[in-house]
């Protein structure tokens, strides 16, 4: 004696769904990179962030005084242009060939930039508390 027809379709069909329901590896979740990643390699000698260019950087910033002065000092491109100009100025630092001295500033905004985590956004007006001092009507 055959088996009914859906006794047979049943059968099949439950080993096709558990083909289908087969479990796919959940993606893990991305991760915060490694602290050790995006901790920039500092040469040992200078304390300056070794990324692209900092060779001239050391050459170039380096013999009147100490790494210290820039690696402490922030700015933006403008400002760091402002006090490559002031010693210049001021200070008996030669001429940059304007390639140099573009790799230079670029290093420098890059990896010196303005500190924003120093300073944290004004609180918007709606968040604030009521002020004591507004005029009453
Ligand atoms: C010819 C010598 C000389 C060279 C080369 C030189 N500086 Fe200076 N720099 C000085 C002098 C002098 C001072 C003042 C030091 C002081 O005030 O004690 C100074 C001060 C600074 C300061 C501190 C400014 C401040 O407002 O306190 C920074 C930042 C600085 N230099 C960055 C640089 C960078 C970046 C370079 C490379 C592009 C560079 N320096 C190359 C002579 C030089």
Known sequence: ????????AAVAATFLLGACSKEEPVAEPPTAPDVADVTPELDPMTGLI????W???RAACTPCHSAKLVTQQRGTA???LTMIRWMQAKQNLW????ITEGRIIAYLATNYPPDAARRRAAIPPALMPPNPYAPTE
């Open 1 to 8: 004696m055959t088996r009914p027809f859906f006794i047979t």
């Open 50 to 53: 070794m990324a692209e260019d």
């Open 55 to 57: 060779e001239i950087v």
């Open 78 to 80: 403008e400002q760091w």
């Open 95 to 98: 001429q940059f060939d304007p």
